[in-house]
């Protein structure tokens, strides 16, 4: 992997890949080159919409592709295990999006593969790579808002209809799609000395959960309340307060502003992201980085924390009942 040409492929050919084959394209030194759908007219369609050099029919033609620096998995979180271990098996280099398995056990199995194989794997969870991320942490705790305290974050769209929402067999929900954001967001400000965990879930008829409100307390003391929906939208903000302010954020599932008020509600500076394609190509890019530097797992989203989250979702979804076809099998 020291020879890294650049040569991006997409497993799987909708809507998220879409997004992601449109960043490509605006990036620079990236080659779009490969991308494989359940059939080969998508594929070839899409190839030719984004300009990907190779189409397949085939997930597993795809990845015996030689020239192949990084595969981009973008199917349903139901198959993420499965099409992420071909790609290790195949020596490719993985970025797998989020959430990154159905559950721990497999996140377990499949991190245990790459470091067997030796092949680097990275969870596309895209906010842990953005800059501004690191910018909303460095304002929490450099005292512009005191001493931070208390955190809220939400994230809601009406989306419950969508069938890999609404499936347990596609591992739906509005915890692996939507609240992982609140939940990286509540980690990546205040931390991962979580001492207690309280939540309620509202589930669909299909026994998946459909919103949820969980609410964090860190030994020190610090509190996060967090929500997720699939079935209304909401205003999308994390609130970072302190005793003397506090930080608005105006959207965690990809922050654009960071807006800080005094203690008496007067707004004191706005921070504004910086110019960006669309905020994927901070994890593309830190993919390539590392794999030039022949490392196999990110700084900014270590295998432990991947793996500590999973398990933290496991744990909410065991406590509500939302149980999943992967959580049935005895053996991967």
């Avoid at 799987?12 to 359940?38: E, F, P, S, W």
């Avoid at 929906?229 to 599932?253: E, F, H, L, M, W």
């Avoid at 994927?280 to 890019?285: G, I, N, S």
Wanted: with cysteine.
């Amino acid at each position: 992997m020291s020879k890294v040409k650049n040569n991006i492929a997409i497993l799987g050919a909708g809507g998220i890949a879409t997004k992601m084959a449109a960043t490509l394209q605006q990036m620079k030194d990236v080659n779009c080159y490969a991308v494989a759908a359940r059939d080969l007219q998508r594929a070839q369609a899409f190839a030719k919409e984004w300009g990907f050099k190779h189409a397949y029919g085939s997930y597993e033609e795809m990845v015996a592709n030689p020239e192949i620096d990084l595969v981009y998995v973008a199917t349903p979180h139901s198959h993420h295990y499965e099409h992420a271990r071909l790609c290790i098996l195949h020596g490719k280099a993985v970025l797998c999006e989020k959430a990154f398995t159905a559950n721990a056990r497999e996140a377990e199995s499949l991190l245990q593969l790459a470091k067997e194989q030796q092949v680097y794997i990275a969870e596309a969870i895209w906010t842990r790579y953005m800059p501004f991320s690191t910018t909303i942490r460095e304002l929490a705790h450099s005292g512009i808002i005191g001493k931070p305290d208390m955190l809220t974050a939400s994230l809601g769209y009406p989306v419950a209809n969508k069938e890999r929402i609404a499936k347990p067999e596609l591992c739906g929900g509005a915890l692996l799609d939507l609240g992982v954001y609140p939940i990286n967001f509540a980690r990546m400000v205040f931390g991962t000395d979580i001492a207690d965990i309280q939540s309620h879930c509202v589930k669909n008829e299909y026994g998946v959960d459909i919103q949820e409100s969980i609410s964090f307390r860190y030994a020190d003391g610090k509190m996060a309340a967090l929500q997720a929906t699939v079935s209304c939208a909401n205003n999308r903000q994390g609130i970072i307060s302190g005793d003397k302010g506090y930080i608005i954020v105006d959207n965690i599932n990809n922050p654009h502003q960071a807006a800080i008020y005094n203690a008496d509600h007067q707004l004191v500076k706005i921070y504004d992201c910086p110019p960006q394609i669309s905020g994927y190509e901070y994890e593309v890019q830190a993919c390539i980085d590392d794999l030039r530097k022949g490392k196999l797992e990110p700084t900014t989203m270590p295998h432990a924390e991947t793996l500590a989250i999973m398990r933290l979702l496991d744990q909410l979804r065991a406590e509500w009942g939302v149980v999943y076809p992967a959580d049935r099998e005895t053996a991967l």
